[in-house]
């Protein structure tokens, strides 16, 4: 019995510069997982990636993404080097919720995730004001 010889596929993830690097690594990832499934919607695909997509969340409230029915995947990404909190909805508190790590902490949710919230996301943090990166994409009828 000849054995066969079983070649494991070796994934590598690019050195990142920058907070929008990984966004931009993580679209391409989506890209790919679309185009090898296919995607459960007969609409088109529709997104745009800007480099100014900031929110400054503050050590209050603050609001980071509005209720977005047609949300595929919506990408956080902390540039800061505080702690952000963040909630499925108006009410993020310190040190509970959703911890969004410093310096490049990542948080997906949307349609085309495991997580799939279309609503609104809060976020707060106890130290000044953070920015955090944002790429949404829509899935557009």
Same mark, same amino acid.
């Given at each position: 019995? !000849?054995?066969?010889?079983?070649?494991?596929?070796?994934?590598? =993830?690019?050195?990142?510069?920058?907070?929008?690097?990984?966004?931009?690594?993580?679209?391409?990832?989506? !890209?790919?997982?679309?185009?090898?499934?296919?995607?459960?919607?007969?609409?088109? +695909?529709?997104?745009?990636?800007?480099?100014?997509?900031?929110?400054? =969340?503050?050590?209050? +409230?603050?609001?980071?993404?509005?209720?977005?029915?047609?949300?595929?995947?919506?990408?956080?990404?902390?540039?800061?080097?505080?702690?952000?909190?963040?909630?499925? *909805?108006?009410?993020?508190?310190?040190?509970?919720?959703?911890?969004?790590?410093?310096?490049? *902490?990542?948080?997906?949710?949307?349609?085309?995730? !495991? +997580?799939?919230?279309? *609503?609104?996301?809060? *976020?707060?943090?106890?130290?000044?004001?953070?920015?955090?990166?944002?790429?949404?994409?829509?899935?557009?009828?």
């Amino acid at each position: 019995m !000849e054995l066969m010889n079983m070649a494991t596929e070796e994934k590598t =993830v690019p050195d990142y510069s920058s907070a929008f690097d990984k966004i931009l690594y993580a679209l391409s990832c989506i !890209e790919k997982k679309l185009d090898t499934i296919g995607t459960p919607f007969t609409t088109k +695909l529709d997104y745009a990636i800007t480099p100014n997509a900031n929110v400054s =969340v503050l050590t209050t +409230l603050t609001k980071i993404r509005d209720l977005n029915p047609d949300r595929g995947i919506c990408i956080l990404v902390n540039d800061s080097v505080n702690e952000i909190y963040l909630s499925l *909805g108006p009410n993020p508190a310190n040190n509970t919720g959703i911890r969004l790590n410093a310096n490049g *902490g990542t948080f997906s949710f949307g349609r085309l995730t !495991e +997580l799939p919230w279309t *609503g609104e996301v809060w *976020g707060i943090n106890a130290v000044a004001a953070s920015n955090v990166s944002v790429v949404e994409i829509n899935i557009t009828s």
